[in-house]
């Protein structure tokens, strides 16, 4: 057990304006705070370092940039290649696997050793790769690298070990599989063609074994040359010289005839009698012009010919052929069956196609049942039994990307009756026309684990669309879908300039989810600066969506002064706020300076018949103010118990009752400060007729150009002080992980150019770059120090175009998927030396930072570090001020807490947290009642509460004293559209987590951890004490920071922008976990990474397809249990008896020895600089030379023993042999004697 110390309640404090005012704080993780009289606090932290471990789970989506594609009809596995190496295989659904090829060479050829559980995979780097696939995890035994040919094309027949490999020089050359070693046995291209031929054929583009004889080998070569090659004789049988290039071509079961694909879109069909000419040349999608010529098309890349019994008519399935003068036209995949011709338009260009039959021997009547079409960003299977070819349901979630993903949100353990309802609700809009037949690929088996919990994934999409997954277990199906644009008018046909505009531009992407699955209440946020509150109903409704309109944009003068309204602080009258005139239609052709108090987009305001599901129920707008568009929302929460919604950017905060439809409170956050601000600001002069600006905000002392203005407050009142540590930086809003998923970069990337250094940013972005940045020391210790302006046309670089007055407020929604920025981790964390700066560059983000004491310039040359240097300013007015503008809301938290030291109870109470890294407390007046809560006002009273963190707010939590997870109040669902039911209460039901609901005395108070993008902090309540401090990292910033719940415990999860997953124990921030795991390649994955419960996270790591891992060892444990078998033994169907008179007149294949043919006592051994072969690092082998457990000990031994045994018998009966021949030569040798005893000398 550890003991730790903390202040309690009721301790004195020092001043603010005491430079040891704030309880000091060791950056050693453990070290407490130190007071006069502390008393100790026991609490046991059970997480130690071994309960962590960073492993990848599974992956959906459908393959991104995909190359190559195979099926095994036995097992029916089908493999999916890619162009970053990697491998998906894919079974039955559960059966799922993802597999990287560690060169990252993109894979050209996937073959399967048919029912062998194994799978050969040609890369682009010229390495052939065999691969595993009889474990759950697959891994490589086998690679052979071709040092001096390019691998073109890959053949390997039924029940064979011997692999054909063409290469771009035209040879074929021959692969042992078992051993992965190069035959002798190679086919060179001058001799397979005529020796009076001049010119070089061309790489090798197809390989096939005659149906009919196994010893001869079509080789197909690109300039449209086909060979068939005898593999006993060493020589040709024919030769075929086209006048088109061959892209493919495929054999009739019989081996008579075959077929050619050409460029020209046409199809020859050639047999083995007389190959001097086809004997059928067809033009499928070519027509006839008037002077007899066929119209020029497009090539077919790839064409099937398959037989059925049931018909005397093949099937023939082709890809492209199109003609040329049908542009835009979409892809097509046409199926030829006898004069029958079905053209299938796909979404996606076709990349591969695969016809599957139910045999896998090529000498038999094919039987084909499906086609699997690998489209570039799809995956379809059509059904070839029915006359119309309905395409099968896809049950693994091939369309995450259906419109780009722009966030994503994950939750763990959620209500287990949740994802019933979605379903339930989400069938209903399921598309029909499928085919009823089962899915076709189901190979491999796959049971749910022992431990599973309800998951749901949440993603937002560019064009408004959001969809829930369930995530249970390992699998990933879609739930539900809701449209958000569906709350707004679409613009009309005769609109032109800014509606065109809105469309094209994604109006409606999505920004951030905020969803309480208590309650059922979800929040969305979206470009257009606007939020949507959405709820839950089995019923259908007809209802009006309420909107409300929020000015957080003022003039100064519009500022309404304290002795111009009550003294007294009241912010429960909506009518306080900057009075609204009547907006016009945003839709109208007003320009940009014009238009004033009006929305983006216009909100639906007559009855509307509503869907069961999510319902709208309110939507808030924040307003252009003269000519200015609205600044994106940059932080979201919400609290169904309290029934309020609070919202922020970088002008500052709404608090939003949306039982009551109205607005509590609408201020800037230097107002929410009052006279607890710590910064040094003067007062800003209005100014009129601004234009709006999205280039750099200028400074010089003749020239205040600056873009954001504090919003009006219904009143300001005095604020009492309270301070703690230094301000160090700034940030990106990030949610709290119950209620409130959205990513740390809001502003999308439209265009990155170039493979330089420097990072080149487009000239429609929509919001202001700061490039003058200055540093303020704490208040307490020295005056404000500020930075140097920017001069135009200076050293800093070329200035960035600013937003034209005809530009809407917000650029077309590229996605997470789509933000592409493939940079070293070194230049992301070296070349900008805070998370400000690369925001900035990246995604216009207009905020300030105290943590950057330079001048931003958007160099990726000028590397040296600016940390700790100061830069003057010839105006000290400067900095102050762009202090004001540019510090934005950066995360928002409802909880039960104490707004002051005083409190002795817990409150309702809104955390805010800062860009400059501080933390506000407001605490708020919400009465009990329901009756009264539906008609009495909200009162917000903003008490001035500061705590100070280095570096922006990205998350608050709470614990209570006994180190337990402080969850948020939230209202239990109830379906207000339901009939009245006499059982059924219709009151609201609320559940609440106070500090004091788990503890005897209510007094005792609770933590706070406050984590920013450099430090955490846990603070004890109310005393607003710190008692531990953690300095994350000095040299990266932090991501994404959530408090999670592992192994019946709490600790807190960091990304940082150098790729470190970091865990640290809550309360004492002691580190427990510090991988380097994914190196910020791109702003996608920093867009959507996100952790939850359980010890899981979540990233897209491409922009078709979700990662998911997993940082807890006891899930990498149980892991191998979750994933599905490939592999299931099943026997090889037997070849078909084709009778005694197809084999009398030659009907019957011939078969023969490739071993005699091939192997080293006939062919040689292969020259040693053509090819290397490397052993696998996770292959059997490695397995078996490491398996010495008791059972092979006992086996060897025994063995052992009998062979010593053996050998003992064997010199048993050699000395039994020995006596014997002794006892023979004894015998022989006294006869001997005897017969000479009696002899004189002279008789011998």
């Not at 690298?145 to 691998?151: D, G, P, T, V």
């Amino acid at each position: 057990m550890k003991k730790f110390r903390k202040v309690l309640d009721g301790l004195t404090t020092s001043s603010p304006a005491n430079p040891g005012g704030s309880p000091a704080c060791g950056s050693a993780a453990g070290t407490p705070s130190t007071a006069p009289t502390p008393r100790e606090l026991e609490i046991q932290e059970t997480l130690m370092s071994e309960h962590f471990q960073i492993c990848k789970t599974v992956r959906h989506g459908v393959p991104y940039q995909p190359t190559a594609l195979a099926f095994d009809p036995v097992q029916k596995i089908l493999a999916i290649g890619s162009r970053s190496g990697g491998v998906r295989l894919l079974g039955r659904p559960g059966v799922d696997c993802h597999c990287q090829h560690e060169s990252g060479a993109a894979v050209l050829q996937l073959q399967f050793l048919i029912n062998e559980g194994a799978l050969v995979t040609a890369c682009a780097d010229d390495t052939l790769h065999l691969w595993n696939l009889r474990q759950r995890r697959p891994a490589i035994l086998h690679s052979l690298k071709f040092n001096r040919e390019r691998i073109t094309f890959c053949h390997l027949p039924f029940q064979s070990k011997w692999l054909y490999v063409g290469t771009e020089r035209g040879n074929t050359h021959i692969v042992n599989i078992e051993s992965f070693i190069l035959s002798g046995y190679v086919i060179m291209w001058n001799k397979a063609i005529e020796l009076s031929t001049k010119t070089h054929p061309g790489p090798v583009v197809h390989l096939s074994d005659s149906p009919k004889d196994e010893g001869k080998l079509l080789i197909g070569f690109e300039s449209g040359t086909i060979v068939m090659w005898d593999l006993r004789a060493k020589r040709t049988d024919f030769r075929i010289y086209y006048d088109e290039a061959i892209h493919s071509a495929s054999w009739h079961h019989e081996g008579r005839q075959f077929m050619c694909s050409h460029s020209d879109g046409s199809l020859s069909m050639w047999n083995l009698r007389n190959t001097a000419k086809p004997f059928q040349v067809t033009f499928p999608h070519g027509k006839t012009q008037r002077d007899g010529r066929k119209e020029s098309c497009k090539p077919i890349l790839k064409v099937e010919y398959k037989t059925s019994r049931n018909s005397s008519e093949a099937f023939v399935v082709f890809s492209g052929g199109l003609s040329y003068d049908k542009a835009g036209r979409r892809p097509t995949l046409t199926i030829m069956h006898g004069k029958a011709i079905t053209v299938l338009e796909m979404d996606y260009p076709i990349v591969d196609f695969l016809v599957l039959c139910e045999t896998p021997y090529i000498n038999e009547v094919q039987e084909p049942y499906a086609v699997v079409v690998l489209l570039e960003k799809d995956f379809v299977v059509v059904d070839l039994t029915q006359s119309n070819f309905p395409i099968f349901e896809n049950p693994y979630p091939m369309d995450i990307h259906e419109s780009p993903v722009t966030c994503t949100a994950y939750f763990a353990d959620c209500p287990p009756d949740i994802i019933p309802v979605l379903y339930s609700i989400g069938a209903k809009h399921k598309k029909t026309g499928y085919s009823h037949k089962e899915w076709p690929v189901s190979g491999g088996t796959w049971t749910v684990g022992s431990q599973t919990y309800p998951e749901i994934i949440i993603t937002g999409h560019a064009d408004g669309s959001i969809k829930f997954w369930d995530a249970t277990a390992i699998t990933l199906q879609m739930l539900y879908k809701l449209k958000t644009s569906k709350v707004f008018e679409k613009p009309k046909s005769g609109d032109v300039g800014r509606s065109a505009e809105l469309v094209e531009e994604d109006p409606y992407a999505v920004q951030m989810i905020s969803w309480c699955p208590q309650s059922r209440i979800l929040c969305v946020v979206g470009i257009s600066a606007h939020v949507i509150l959405y709820r839950f109903s089995k019923h259908d409704a007809s209802t009006t969506i309420t909107s409300l309109e929020v000015r957080l944009q003022c003039e100064m003068e519009d500022v309404i002064s304290p002795s111009d309204t009550e003294n007294t602080p009241s912010f429960s009258d909506p009518s306080g706020h900057s009075p609204q005139p009547q907006p016009p239609s945003p839709r109208s052709n007003t320009p940009d300076s014009m238009r004033d108090s009006i929305p983006c987009l216009k909100v639906k305001d007559r009855m509307i018949r509503m869907p069961p599901g999510y319902q709208a129920e309110l939507v808030v707008q924040l307003l252009w103010v003269d000519g200015e568009p609205p600044q994106q929302i940059t932080s979201l929460d919400l609290n169904s118990a309290y029934g309020l919604l609070a919202l922020g950017n970088c002008n500052g905060l709404t608090v939003v009752d949306y039982l009551q439809k109205t607005i509590l409170l609408c201020m800037s956050t230097l107002e929410l400060y009052g006279s607890a601000d710590p910064f040094q600001r003067l007062t800003r002069s209005p100014r009129k007729n601004r234009q709006s600006t999205s280039g750099l905000t200028e400074l010089s002392d003749n020239q205040v150009s600056l873009d954001l203005e504090r919003s009006k407050s219904p009143t300001s009142a005095p604020y009492t002080p309270s301070l703690h540590n230094d301000p160090r930086g700034t940030g990106e809003p990030v949610s709290n992980l119950r209620s409130c998923h959205y990513s740390p970069v809001f502003y999308l990337l439209d265009n990155v150019k170039g493979p330089g250094r420097k990072l080149s940013l487009p000239t429609d972005l929509k919001t202001d770059l700061d490039h003058v940045n200055g540093h303020c020391t704490s208040p307490t210790s020295q005056p404000c120090l500020t930075g140097r302006a920017r001069v135009p046309g200076g050293p800093e670089g070329p200035r960035l175009a600013r937003r034209g007055p005809g530009r809407p407020p917000f650029r077309k929604a590229q996605s997470a998927a789509c933000m592409e920025v493939s940079l070293p981790v070194s230049s992301l964390t070296e070349g900008y030396p805070s998370r400000r700066a690369m925001l900035q560059q990246l995604h216009g983000v207009s905020m300030y930072s105290h943590d950057e004491h330079h001048i931003t310039t958007y160099s990726w040359s000028e590397r040296e570090s600016r940390e700790n240097s100061f830069s003057r300013s010839r105006s000290s007015s400067v900095s102050s001020i762009d202090r004001e503008t540019k510090e934005a809301v950066t995360t928002l938290q409802f909880a039960e807490s104490y707004g002051r030291k005083s409190d002795t109870l817990p409150t309702p109470c809104l955390w805010v947290g800062t860009s400059l890294g501080l933390v506000l407390i407001i605490p708020m007046s919400i009465p009990t009642d329901e009756q009264e809560r539906l008609e009495d006002p909200v009162t917000v009273a903003p008490t001035g509460t500061v705590l100070m963190l280095k570096g922006s707010i990205l998350r608050i939590g709470f614990l209570d004293c006994g180190g337990a997870l402080i969850n948020s109040p939230y209202e239990v669902w109830r379906d207000q559209h339901a009939p009245d039911h006499p059982d059924r209460p219709r009151k609201r039901k609320l559940v609440n987590f106070s500090p004091s609901s788990s503890q005897e005395a209510s007094g005792d108070g609770h933590l706070a951890v406050v984590c920013s993008e450099r430090q955490a902090k846990v603070f004890f309540m109310p005393s607003q004490a710190c008692l531990y401090v953690h300095n994350i990292t000095e040299s990266s910033f932090v991501l994404r920071a959530d408090v999670v719940s592992v192994c019946n415990s709490v600790c807190l999860a960091c990304f940082c922008a150098n790729g470190h997953i970091m865990t640290l124990s809550l309360p004492s921030l002691r580190p427990l976990l510090d991988v380097n795991y994914l190196p910020l390649t791109d702003m996608r994955i920093a867009r959507t990474f996100c952790f939850t419960n359980g010890g899981q996270a979540l990233y897209l790591c491409s922009p078709t397809e979700i990662q998911r891992i997993t940082y807890s060892q006891e899930m990498c444990d149980n892991l191998q249990e979750m994933l599905g078998e490939l592999f299931t033994p099943i026997e090889t169907p037997e070849a078909q008896n084709r009778g005694f008179l197809k084999g009398f007149f030659g009907g019957n294949a011939q078969t023969f020895d490739r071993e005699e043919l091939f192997g080293e006592a006939a062919a040689g051994k292969a020259s040693r600089s053509l090819a290397q072969h490397i052993p696998g690092q996770g292959g059997m082998e490695g397995m078996k030379a490491a398996a010495g457990g008791v059972v092979g000990e006992l086996a060897r031994a025994r063995i052992a023993l009998d062979e010593r045994g053996q050998r003992l018998g064997e010199l048993e009966e050699r000395t039994a042999l020995m006596m014997t021949s002794a006892e023979t030569f004894s015998k022989h040798a006294h006869e001997l004697m005897l017969k000479c005893k009696d002899k004189k000398w002279y008789q011998f």
